[in-house]
């Protein structure tokens, strides 16, 4: 089990809050595991916004997350749904789980959380070595082709504002952005703004490093960690990959 302190753990309650109604990319992991097969298993599961449809559909699930906050929550939607799913704490670089899965998913840039080539290439190493002989590896990322050295130094923008669902006041967030081109990094600030039941404002603020990939880099980490790239799509409606697509998802085997 991991000990090392999440970044997650202190923002799992506006998470869900800001991803709950970002649904855009459910039917693409459904019709992928219809293709594919089950069990599954979601690596960065987070609070379960893809576990649940998932296992609504039938399939067996399994989800790993390094953030006990996030998978309590997990447990929580999971149970008032009336769904069971297997969950675990672990990092994915250290993965070690029994049994193997026809399907294993990285969802919506989670690996890009894994900062250090080493760690990435461990974690694509340890999914291969939990996929059945058939196996699929779906990733997730933002299309690193997009970005380049000519970026703002620095970006504060407001993100989102909309009611918590469980007090109905108003939550706002704010991205603060520095960009590291030269390390395909972005260092991250959120900052969200709550009142509390006095009306007196809140301020939460949480910090992140985001790695971003190019295609062609995260196609030779895939092969060096034994995967072999079948499929490469631009978007949630799994058009081909091109110059102007915003998203790169790749199905490796």
Known sequence: MATQKNAFDRFAR????????YLVDVDVYLGLARRFGGPILEL??????????????????TGVDSSGPMLERARSRLDHL?????????????LQLDGTFRTIIVGLDSFGLLIKRSDQLD?????????THDGRLVLDLANGNLRGAVEPAEELVHDLTQPDSDTGRPITKFVLRRPRP????????????EQDERG???RSMVELKLRWFTRFEL???????????DEVYGDYD?????????RLIVVAR
């Open 14 to 21: 506006l998470y869900d809050w800001e991803h709950d109604q």
């Open 44 to 61: 960065a599961c987070g609070s379960g916004r893809l576990l649940a449809p998932l296992a609504a559909a039938g399939f067996a699930v």
């Open 82 to 94: 009336g769904l069971t799913a297997t969950l675990t704490q672990q990092r994915l670089e250290r």
């Open 123 to 131: 974690a694509l190493r340890a999914a291969r070595q939990h996929a």
């Open 182 to 193: 030269a390390d395909q990094l972005d260092d991250l600030m959120f900052f969200y703004d």
């Open 200 to 202: 007196y404002l809140k």
């Open 219 to 229: 196609e030779l980490l895939l092969q060096s960690a034994g995967w072999q790239v």
């Open 238 to 246: 799994l058009s081909p990959f091109g110059s102007e697509s915003t």
